[in-house]
């Protein structure tokens, strides 16, 4: 026996209410008890949707209380560490977290499971061996760099590379779940697990007497970062081996290096993208503009998750469809749209109702960037309009084309910032990551159609075949 959302609604309800909402409820059972891959996709899908809600939660949480401990100055000086070191680290992969999305499926569907078991090895050896040395090398910048960097930041960058292995290995473990649609073990490690953590080990520390500074909350960063992705790793690994029986490995490393590198300068190009605003108001201006900034971005973690939650739980469905019928992959890459839009449209509005009050929780200062998100909100919406073309693209072996349309993306971000934000201050950052948006969305629904032939845009997606 199951719950059935249809079948709950016809008894408690009045029958013409239940009536009127069975399209609605039959969906809802559909996505939740349907067992073929579309079905699989949908739950996975508001798995990861429901996760980011309640990561949503404890980020607000954990970013008001971090604020309120430290002040805006110190907490800009965290902010800016945290995002880099989150940045650096999964670019660390060189694309093998999301290449093993692709080749997981695939290797699966075709019996190949020597090749299965191989990929598995191999991206865990390189991701750990590559993310090792680049936290090296950035050590080493930061040392030789510090005459040219704010005093304040170096130590603190310093400490920050020692996360790096281990942010990068979290990200390939997430991948390696996201593949086999383990849902809770690809997001919660990352979303939920390490947030709380971080939250945890900086208030410990500041029971027991540490100063409340950028500093102590690396050192929570640190302890938190590395407890998570050793957790993440026995779990992951232990439900690894029970899917796949042991048996002889076959690598191809540089067939899988080929394919991951233009796909990890589209991750590379895309995590730039989505934080170069932060960035580029780190370099042009203090610390409390950073914090300031950055808190109110982080209020459109509401909008933003939407996106995020479907292309967690389709990723690895263009992968399969690729392969099989192209009309059924059109129909479902134009379905997802539908899934990314209305969802994000209605937490936008929310935002907007709501973001001064989310934001004082900050601190008065912190209400400054309120009408910021009005601005920032168009970029945010735009984005959801296309649904999550790059995916399609890198999903489906246009990985290369994808690169190239978030180089100029990121080109357009970067020159806009560099021209705005000195005549503008915020309000520049803002103006040139809404600009930056729009232009993604239009260029990658663009590719997409001249492509695959898919529609990939909310109001004009046909409802027939491609």
């Known amino acids: ?49 429901s996760v980011r809600i309640v990561s949503a939660v404890i980020a607000f949480v954990s970013q008001v209380l971090m604020a309120r401990w430290m002040g805006s100055f110190e907490y800009g000086i965290f902010v800016l560490v945290w995002v880099t070191m989150v940045i650096v680290g999964n670019l660390a992969c060189l694309g093998f977290h999301t290449s093993v999305i692709r080749y997981i499926p695939e ?23 590559a993310s090792t040395l ?20 170096v130590i603190p960058f310093i400490l920050g590379v020692i996360c790096l292995p281990m942010i990068a290995m979290s990200d390939l473990l997430s991948g390696l779940a996201r593949a086999n649609s383990w849902a809770l073990f690809a997001l919660s490690p990352t979303y939920l697990v390490r947030p ?74 895309f995590f730039l993208l989505t934080n170069a605003d932060v960035l580029m108001v780190g370099a042009y201006m203090d610390p409390n503009d950073v914090a300031v900034y950055f808190a109110t971005v982080k209020t459109l973690a509401l909008v933003h998750f939407v996106y995020f939650a479907v292309k967690a739980g389709v990723a690895q469905r263009y992968a399969q469809f690729t392969h099989g019928d192209p009309q059924r992959l059109a129909a479902f890459a134009r379905e997802t749209v539908s899934w990314t839009f209305w969802p994000s449209l209605l937490m936008a509005l929310l935002v907007l109702a709501l973001g001064e009050p989310m934001l004082v929780l900050f601190g008065p200062e912190f209400t400054s960037g309120y009408p910021l998100l009005f601005l920032l909100v168009f970029g945010v919406v735009a984005r959801a309009a296309v649904g999550p073309c790059e995916s399609l693209l890198t999903m489906s072996g246009n990985q290369n084309i994808c690169a190239a349309v978030y180089a100029m993306t990121l080109a357009f971000n970067i020159a806009l910032n560099v021209v705005l934000i000195p005549m503008f201050g915020l309000w520049g950052a803002a103006m040139a990551t809404a600009f930056a948006m729009i232009f993604e969305a239009g260029a990658l629904s663009f590719t997409v159609w001249r492509k695959l032939g898919i529609t990939m845009l909310i109001f004009l997606a046909p409802k027939g075949a491609a």
Do not use: C
């Not at 059935?4 to 559909?30: E, H, K, N, V, Y």
């Not at 680049?134 to 930041?153: F, R, T």
């Not at 500093?215 to 960063?221: D, E, G, K, L, N």
């Not at 690894?240 to 190009?269: C, D, N, T, Y």
């Open 1 to 49: 026996m199951r719950f059935s959302a249809a079948t709950t609604a016809g008894r408690f309800l009045p029958q013409r209410w239940a009536l009127r909402m069975g399209p609605l409820l039959g969906r809802i059972d559909a996505v939740l008890f349907t067992a073929d891959e579309r079905g699989e996709a949908g739950r996975m899908s508001v798995i990861a949707f």
């Open 107 to 129: 290797y699966r569907e075709r019996g190949l499971m020597d090749e299965l078991r191989g990929i598995v090895l191999a991206s865990r050896l390189f991701v750990l061996i």
């Open 134 to 153: 680049i936290a090296g090398l950035g050590a080493l910048g930061v040392w030789l760099a510090a005459p040219w960097i704010e005093n304040y930041y």
């Open 196 to 269: 709380v953590l971080i939250l945890l080990f900086m208030a410990l520390m500041l029971f027991v007497g540490y100063a409340p500074d950028a500093r102590t909350a690396i050192f929570a960063s640190i302890a938190a970062t590395y407890v998570t992705t050793l957790g993440q790793l026995v779990g992951v690994t232990q439900r690894m081996e029970r899917q796949i029986p042991a048996g002889p490995i076959k690598v191809h490393f540089a067939q899988w290096f080929v394919v991951s590198l233009p796909i990890f300068l589209v991750e590379s190009f």
